[in-house]
């Protein structure tokens, strides 16, 4: 399954919301998409144009987001493991929307068997 950094974006801020009521910070999501680009602390940092320090990156908002994740999607979530973490979030949101539609499906055949059989 290929899904993009937005879409991934989306699921995470939304999961924070639910737990947190709180949306995903600008600088929490310039670490996520330079983490989803493997780069390092002093790589997003450059890409930032140095707006962002290396340490800031590295030793305050990083670890912080880093157990905020954890947190939210219930397995230790870390720099290095995050794509895989999501990758796993992803795969259950895709199961249990298939698991609702097929509820809803179900529900929709048993309203028009109970419709054919009151109309014998």
């Known amino acids: ?6 879409e991934v974006f ?5 999961d ?9 910070k600008d600088v929490e ?12 602390y002093d ?3 450059k890409a930032s144009n140095y707006r962002y320090t290396p340490s800031y990156l590295k030793q305050d908002v990083g670890p912080k987001l880093w ?9 230790e979530v870390s720099k290095i493991n995050f794509r895989s973490a999501l990758e796993r979030r992803v795969c259950l949101q895709a199961s249990l929307n298939s698991q609702k539609q097929l509820k809803n499906l179900e ?14």
């Open 29 to 40: 999501k310039f670490i996520l998409w330079g983490a989803w680009k493997d780069q390092t």
């Open 16 to 24: 924070v919301f639910t737990k947190n009521q709180r949306r995903l």
């Open 1 to 6: 399954m290929i899904i993009s950094f937005e």
């Open 10 to 14: 989306q699921i995470l801020d939304t």
């Open 107 to 120: 529900i929709v055949d048993n309203n028009l068997i109970q419709r054919q059989n009151s109309k014998i």
């Open 43 to 45: 790589e997003m940092a």
């Open 67 to 75: 157990k905020l994740l954890s947190e939210v999607l219930g397995e």
